[in-house]
């Protein structure tokens, strides 16, 4: 079992940067991938990027491809999406989530975050 803690979401405008962190608590940490997702109010939560357990593999949502950037580091339970060149329709609650395989869907995740709030301006 893995729990999650999400940071690092905030107000920024347009064009601007952030760094959500997503934490870990347990010895696995390593052996699970680890997503992050999106729902803005009204929508359903979407997928954003992954990162397999060792790191090595990484995928992207088409929307967000080129501007962000996810990564770990095993040795500190932690994962890091490097956003840049935000945009308003970025605006969401951003969640972290675990599981064995790095998958797309929210549903094959059963491990989540609290999430965390970004408001992009125009």
């Known amino acids: 079992q893995v729990q999650l803690v999400e ?17 870990a608590s347990g010895r696995t940490f390593s052996t699970y991938a680890i997503a992050w997702f999106r729902q803005a109010p009204g929508k359903e939560r979407e997928f954003v990027a992954v990162i397999s357990p ?38 969401a609650v951003y969640y972290c989530s675990a599981d064995f395989q790095p998958r797309t869907r929210a549903g094959d995740y059963a491990y989540w975050g609290q999430g965390t709030q970004v408001t992009v301006s125009s």
């Open 7 to 23: 940071s690092g979401g905030g107000l920024v405008q347009a064009g601007g940067s952030l760094r959500l962190s997503c934490a």
């Open 54 to 91: 060792s790191g090595r593999t990484t995928d992207y949502a088409v929307s967000v491809r080129g501007r962000f950037a996810i990564s770990r580091d095993n040795d500190k339970n932690t994962v890091l999406l490097r956003m840049n060149s935000l945009k308003p329709e970025d605006t």
